[in-house]
């Protein structure tokens, strides 16, 4: 519990930090307390990687595997990004209160690592109303903002709503299972299913619509435009990547550890529940790609383009483990890594034009070849890795994944993936045209700072390199996940 006790402790002391200090005082040293205390869990997490057999408390309700280490990895590198690329770039005009931005980003992350590890319901739903209830606060910090105020009630009034829908799909569970313990409950549907088909459907599309919520996938996103829109930049860049991963996470380990393994995989509710996730997928990425191809504010750009791979990251969970395709936790994970360094990059390259001419509009970048050349050949590298073109890690990451739907036979699916990928180009292409054709001379200056642009930088530079070495990542995925002992709590 090392590393999630880490964060607990710097939140505590991060928050009594901020109350003790006089309030003219620059609270910077509350974002390198902040970035150091991630850094530490991230040691802790390295330390648990690859145990002889997993560790579990409490009877499964709490796991130290490696499908939980490596999500707490993929979650904590997100934090601890937004947190340094946030770094002398937050203003008091942007988040009024600094120190309890700082410190409210740590139990954010805590509660996603929970759910990561949970394997129980009750765990579950402490991690997610902790990371829930504190990105409410996040969203609203902006408190003379109307787009924040607007954007974190209708987030805390959907989210709510989305969250009182996840209990009542678990109370079906624990009423058919008389558990919630996530392998109870599936060995006790296993032996009565026949008797509560009604009640199994009922629960499994209560939890999908939950879900579907916390992801931000179609058509469950109607949230996801206007709260990114009325959050402050880095908080928006961990709502698209922290709390997005962390709600894929259970989202992974509730659909295969309840519904898609043992004895309810040889009746046609398995089948069901398989098709429900592709057709949630492929409306993710055709609601969220087209509907992309008319913003022209690129916050809301980006939520859309969220929403699209919320639809990618969906299909590797909706591809059944098989013999012939047993690798969809690594197409995921990959995915995932390289989402995260994309989003993350493209939205330091928001803040640095936001800060320069107070623009979220995606003319904001014309001529931005012209007044920061390095910035543009950066965002180039980070628009063409979210496009999927050769040699990037978002065109690895979407090729594995095709190739995962392709060995399963739903070509169908893999016609969406593909086309939907198509029609992508031109909406990431914007972003080109606007800074190399359409140049504006007489726009201020753009100065970067050092974290934003060192964040930048380290985003754009791991695209290119996981298109270079893909296979050494999914190698390292591949080696230290297993899929009965990591995911399906067998030993």
Known sequence: MAPELTLVIAAVVLSVLDLLLPKQTNRTALSWLSLI?????????????????????????????????????????????????????????????????????????????IMASSGDLITLYVGLELLSITSYILVAMRKKDLRSNEGAFKYIVLGGISSAIILYGMSFLYGMSGSTSIPEINSALGEHADTMLPFLYLSFFLLLAGFGFKVAASPFHMWAPDVYQGAATPVTAFLAVVSKGAAFAILFRVMYGVFAIGSLMSLPFHQDVLLALMV???????????????????????????????????????????????????????????????????????????????????????????????????????????????????????????????????????????????????????????MFLRSDFESKEVRVPLPLGITLWVCAGISVLLGIIPHVVLGWIDRIFSLTQDLFFLS
């Open 37 to 113: 205390s991630i850094i530490v869990s991230v040691f802790f997490v390295i330390s648990n990687l690859n145990p002889a057999e997993p560790k579990q408390l409490l009877n499964f309700s709490y796991r130290i595997d490696d499908f939980a280490n490596i999500m707490k990895l993929i979650l904590l590198t997100g934090a601890g990004l937004v947190t340094f690329m946030s770094v002398g770039s937050v203003k008091e005009a942007e988040v009024p209160h600094i120190g309890e931005y700082y410190y409210l980003l740590l139990p954010a992350t805590l509660g996603g690592m």
């Open 280 to 434: 949630v997928a492929a409306l993710a990425m055709i609601v969220g790609n087209f509907t992309a191809l008319r913003q022209t504010n690129l916050k809301r750009l980006l939520a859309y383009s969220g929403i699209a791979n919320s639809g990618y990251l969906l299909v590797p969970i909706a591809a059944q483990f098989s013999m012939v395709h047993y690798s969809n936790f690594s197409e995921f994970a990959f995915y995932l890594i390289a989402y995260l360094f994309m989003n993350i990059g493209i939205f330091a390259v928001l803040m640095i034009i936001e800060h320069s001419t107070g623009d979220e509009q995606i003319g904001g970048l014309a001529g931005l070849y012209y007044r920061a050349p390095w910035t543009a050949a950066a965002t180039v590298l980070l628009v063409l890795s979210l496009a999927g073109l050769p040699l990037s890690g978002g065109f690895f990451g979407k090729l594995f994944i095709l190739l995962g739907i392709l060995a399963t036979q739903h070509y169908w699916l893999a016609a969406v993936m593909m086309l939907t990928s198509v029609v992508s180009f031109y909406y990431y292409f914007g972003f080109i045209r606007q």
